[in-house]
């Protein structure tokens, strides 16, 4: 049952049934670059409920970056990753990488390059129960026909595998840079917008209809959203009444947009 819940974090995890969330999508406040009503968060607490409650073949996408302090980047997110493999035990399926178009130039006389993306952290419980590949990489010899591929071999030789008559497709698998362009609409002083289709594409690849999705920081509710829109159920979780409130209008919103007006919200 879908269900959007106010309260601390790691409390409410703590209700939810062993091994029953089959995907999460989530973006934790990290390294104070984000100011969420001043509320903290116990990382480790979190990391050990998420692994209880995900069933054998879930998945968890950690979305997360660093802050520079003192001329160095912290780490946080590679402690954060070794933490969910090393301790929790889930397995590191993919690290990958959310590419932030529009962002702006570092301000004159800075001393480092602009910092254009975040890690994309996907973790397993164990063997992945669902992969639903996207594929959208065009080819450039799309149409062809390809009758070898070349293998490289342990020597450094290339060896020519050969096919028959095997025609190159439109399409190929995505690779695992991502880029969406960031801002989007302003959801009330919510600081921290996940773009819809990052979130989406997420849940598009590790889950299927009908799979129940988590966001422990529903922030503004747009994994709520993309999961509702996508026929998932949901639980949201979220500590401050005022997100809380947008995520309600979004649901709501979205609802009356995507769907017939006489079945219930």
Aim: with cysteine; proline share 5%; charged share 25%.
């Amino acid at each position: 049952m879908s269900q959007v819940i106010q309260g601390n974090c790691l409390d409410v995890l703590k209700t939810l049934e062993d091994n029953s969330i089959d995907l999460t999508v989530t973006s934790p406040p990290y390294d104070n670059l984000r100011e969420y009503k001043g509320y903290t968060f116990d990382f480790e607490g979190i990391a050990k409920e998420l692994f209880r409650v995900t069933k054998q073949g879930g998945v968890v996408v950690w979305v997360v970056g660093d802050a520079t302090i003192n001329g160095s980047e912290t780490c946080t997110s590679d402690r954060q990753k070794l933490y969910f493999k090393d301790v929790c035990g889930f397995n590191v399926h993919d690290t990958m990488i959310y590419f932030k178009i529009c962002v702006p130039p570092m301000y004159p006389g800075c001393k480092r390059y602009t910092q254009k993306f975040e890690y994309m952290f996907v973790f397993s419980k164990g063997r992945l129960n669902t992969f639903n590949p996207i594929k959208d990489k065009p080819n450039k010899h799309a149409g062809e026909n390809k009758n070898y591929i070349g293998m490289r071999q342990r020597d450094g030789s290339v060896r020519k595998k050969i096919y028959q008559g095997n025609v190159v497709r439109d399409f190929s698998l995505r690779d695992n840079v991502w880029s969406f362009p960031t801002g989007g609409k302003k959801m009330g002083d919510h600081p921290a917008i996940f773009p819809d289709k990052l979130a989406e594409d997420h849940i598009l690849s590790w889950s299927n209809e009908g799979d129940t999705v988590l966001d422990p920081f529903a922030g503004s509710g747009t994994t709520l959203k993309m999961a509702k829109m996508n026929n998932r159920n949901y639980i949201g979780i979220e500590i401050s009444h005022e997100y809380i409130d947008i995520i309600n209008k979004r649901l709501a919103q979205d609802y009356l947009f995507t769907n017939p007006p006489a079945e219930e919200i």
